[in-house]
């Protein structure tokens, strides 16, 4: 289930959440999410010899302030639905995430076929492969 989000909701839960983390943001995400495209996460394989993280025994994403928030990799990319082109990057860490989707393109780890609906540092909104996040993902509602 997608909410609608007051920017005031998302910049005072954001607030709250960088000051207990001393984390920054790059951009301020604070428009509600568009619902995910109906046709989900990108389809295309992973470059070969691409390198992901792996999850191991990795503490669970959690919800507050409106939010699924979650440990993930810096700079990792954010790809446009339904396509193989990035259209930003999450430079910041922890980052916060709509749903999940089982039904995107192979990215390997734990989940093999499992992407995070997100908005990327930049405003743009789309897909993030799960081996860029090292928080385990299975407590995201499903898109």
Request: charge should be neutral; hydrophobic fraction near 40%; proline fraction near 8%.
């Amino acid at each position: 289930m997608i909410r609608s989000i007051s920017a005031v909701a998302v910049m005072g839960a954001a607030a709250a959440a960088l000051a207990l983390s001393g984390t920054s943001v790059a951009a301020t995400r604070a428009d509600g999410p568009p619902a995910p495209a109906a046709h989900g996460p990108v389809k295309a394989r992973p470059a070969a010899g691409a390198h992901h993280a792996t999850h191991g025994l990795a503490n669970a994403c959690w919800y507050s302030g409106s939010h699924w928030w979650c440990n993930n990799r810096r700079g990792a990319p954010v790809y446009q639905p339904g396509s193989t082109t990035v259209v930003g990057y999450m430079n910041s860490n922890p980052s916060w995430f709509v749903c999940r989707s089982d039904n995107g393109g192979h990215v390997g780890g734990p989940h093999p076929n499992r992407w995070e609906w997100t908005q990327a540092d930049n405003g743009a909104w789309g897909w993030m492969k799960d081996t860029d996040i090292s928080s385990e993902t299975d407590p995201l509602p499903v898109c």
